[in-house]
Structures are given as structure tokens and as C-alpha cells.
């Protein structure tokens, strides 16, 4: 299975009451098409929205999930196929909630690949799952991992296809490092890239995080582990009861370990000398 389907060049077309710019993205199998009244904003949205895929014209009638971005008297409104699900009082909040918005339109609608709620990255070749659900940590540990040499798949959600292997889901990363607000961080800023082609995962960490704990794992067993992935994801088991057979074959070879962490420097020498073994 492709991960990545590319298409044309930007389109920019003219609504009858005024300028749209807007731009399409062709994402696992769906299409999503993006638009806004600014193209300020559009320019955006093009840097954070999925953006190592190519980007395409997906007219309103053919899309999966439209996300717009509008300027108004307060600043900007955001809306998932014609249903406000946000407003920011500047472009930094606006983008942050495009990014949000996405993520659970996107989820929700996927056909054939199933999420996991996980940090995920690329070390010697492999996956590297991190299971978590919000606010366990997964983004600080991935750019952590990202400035030590892995290469970035999601901190948010790792992607199973049938076969088991881990898609990315290349989205920025939400980071707050000590701030009441998330900022979009891309990997690129961190001298990392994002990987794209799917991979086969060597290593599950289920690990929690805890500001007073130390590195401390054990191993358990790959039955154990598909227990872990299916109590972080997003999908309903009773809409989804293929994911116990994708989630079976996804841990096959893959070392599986759960315990807690504390300082994310500490977990990221731990995870290196782990998969260096």
C-alpha cells in the first residue's frame, strides 16, 4: 500500500463572494481539501497541514474532509466540513487548531489503515513505538529521539496497515516545553526529517511517564503487547474488529517492554542503548 499518492500544483480559484485560496492534499485514502479567505493564511496551513505530502486540487464535492480557516472580526474561525469546531485570536492559535481539527477528522474517517495513539520514530531502520494517550509525554520524547538521529513519524498516532507496518502520520509536533500553550514545531527545525515509507516495528515501549520516576522496563510478551495498542486507540473495536489480526501482525519480531520514565534526556539514552543491542 502507497503511503503517499501525489498529485498536481496548488490551485487558486475564485468564489462568486470573494477569494478563496485553497489547496488540496491527498492523504492515505482520502482527500481532504483546505481553504481559507487569506492567502496569508493559506501559506500557513500549507507549511503545517500533513506537509511532506504533495499538494493537489481537490474540489468541495470530491473531498473527504474539508477544513476552511476564515478571517473574521475576532480574529479566526475553523471549521470541519461546514461545522465551526474552533476560533484563535491569531494565526499561531488558528494553525494549532487546523492542525487539531484534522487530526480527528482524519482519524475518524480512515478506511483502511487503523491508528494507535503513540509517539513513533525510525532508528536503525525500524520502528520505535511509544503507546501514550494526551499529555503522556509522546512529543517531548520524539524530539528528543529526533535530535539524536531518528527520523520522525508521528507524535501522535503510528498508522497500521494490514500487513502491520507502521505508517507516518506527518503531522508538526505539538510541543509545550514548559508553556501553557502548544506550539507547532516541524522536524525540520530539530535537523531531522520526516519518514514516509512504512516500516516494520522492532520496539513497543509502553512506558509512563512520571516527573519523579527513573528509567525502569520490563519485557512482556507480543499478546501483551497487541493489549496495549488496542487500549490506545482511537477506534471503536465494535466498528473496527479487524485491528486485534493488524495489531497481531504489526508486533510480530518486535521487542515489547512497558515501565515508566522520568527526564526525557534519561529516556532518550536509555531508548538508544536499547535498540543498539
Not at 31 to 52: D, G, M, Q, W
Request: with cysteine; hydrophobic share 45%.
Amino acid at each position: 500500500m502507497a503511503a503517499i499518492f501525489i498529485c498536481g500544483s496548488i490551485n487558486l480559484v475564485t468564489m462568486t463572494a470573494s477569494r478563496t485560496f485553497d489547496f488540496g492534499i491527498r492523504a492515505f485514502d482520502l482527500k481532504i481539501r483546505v481553504a481559507s479567505n487569506s492567502e496569508k493564511v493559506r501559506y500557513t496551513l500549507e507549511r503545517f497541514l500533513l506537509p511532506p505530502f504533495m499538494r493537489c486540487d481537490v474540489p468541495d464535492a470530491a473531498a473527504d474532509v474539508v477544513v476552511k480557516v476564515w478571517t473574521a472580526a475576532a480574529g479566526f474561525e475553523i471549521s470541519v466540513d461546514n461545522v465551526k469546531v474552533a476560533s484563535g485570536e491569531s494565526l499561531a492559535d488558528a494553525a494549532l487548531a487546523a492542525v487539531k481539527a484534522l487530526d480527528d477528522a482524519l482519524i475518524r474517517k480512515l478506511r483502511v489503515l487503523r491508528a494507535v495513539h503513540a509517539g513513533a520514530v525510525v532508528l536503525h531502520g525500524r520502528a520505535l513505538l511509544v503507546p501514550g494517550l494526551s499529555h503522556a509525554g509522546k512529543s517531548s520524547l520524539v524530539a528528543e529521539l529526533l535530535r539524536r538521529g531518528a527520523a520522525h513519524l508521528s507524535d501522535e498516532y503510528a498508522l497500521i496497515d494490514q500487513d502491520g507496518r507502521v505508517h507516518a502520520y506527518p503531522r508538526p509536533l505539538l510541543l509545550r516545553d514548559g508553556r501553557p500553550r502548544q506550539t507547532l514545531l516541524l522536524p525540520g527545525e530539530l535537523k531531522a526529517s520526516f519518514a514516509l515509507e512504512p516500516m516494520r516495528i522492532g520496539w513497543i515501549l509502553g512506558v509512563e511517564y512520571d516527573p519523579g520516576a527513573f528509567w525502569k522496563i520490563s519485557r512482556i510478551s507480543q499478546s501483551e503487547a497487541v493489549m496495549l495498542l488496542l487500549s490506545n486507540t482511537p477506534h471503536e473495536m465494535g466498528q473496527s474488529p479487524e485491528m486485534v489480526d493488524l495489531f497481531t501482525r504489526c508486533v510480530v519480531g518486535a521487542e515489547c517492554y512497558t515501565g515508566t520514565r522520568g527526564d526525557v534526556v534519561e529516556a532518550a539514552d536509555r531508548i538508544l542503548e536499547l535498540v543498539t543491542k
